[in-house]
């Protein structure tokens, strides 16, 4: 999963929440991406807490951000395909409770 700003243009505003949230990626580096209509935030399977979070930022500073889902096809290509905001949530609810769930089956385990 992805996420991509909707605008090529590095306001002051999505700079700072980029910021707050990879304080280790340059300031020019992050300047390059969103010039580049790049992702500046992906991740392999699991969500970390940073993007519904950082989604959440952008949203409330009026940046619009287009969420995609990457893969690799049977060609070996990396292939690309918009995400909605529904599909991200349903995903994150489901993370969840599969995580609530491993959480409740070590303490029973535990507990025998």
């Not at 002051?12 to 949230?21: C, D, K």
């Not at 070996?76 to 529904?86: D, F």
């Amino acid at each position: 999963m992805g996420m991509k700003l909707g605008d090529t243009k590095a306001d002051a505003a999505a700079l700072r929440i980029l910021r707050r949230r990879f304080p280790n990626i340059p300031l020019s580096e992050m300047k390059s991406r969103i010039a580049g209509h790049e992702d500046v935030y992906s991740c392999d399977g699991g969500i970390d807490g940073r993007k519904p979070k950082m989604e959440r930022e952008l949203a409330q500073a009026n940046i619009r951000v287009e969420r995609y889902e990457e893969w690799t096809g049977g060609d070996g290509a990396r292939k690309a395909a918009p995400l909605s905001r529904e599909y991200l949530y349903n995903f994150l609810h489901r993370y969840g409770e599969i995580s609530r769930q491993a959480d409740r089956d070590i303490d029973n385990e535990s507990a025998e």
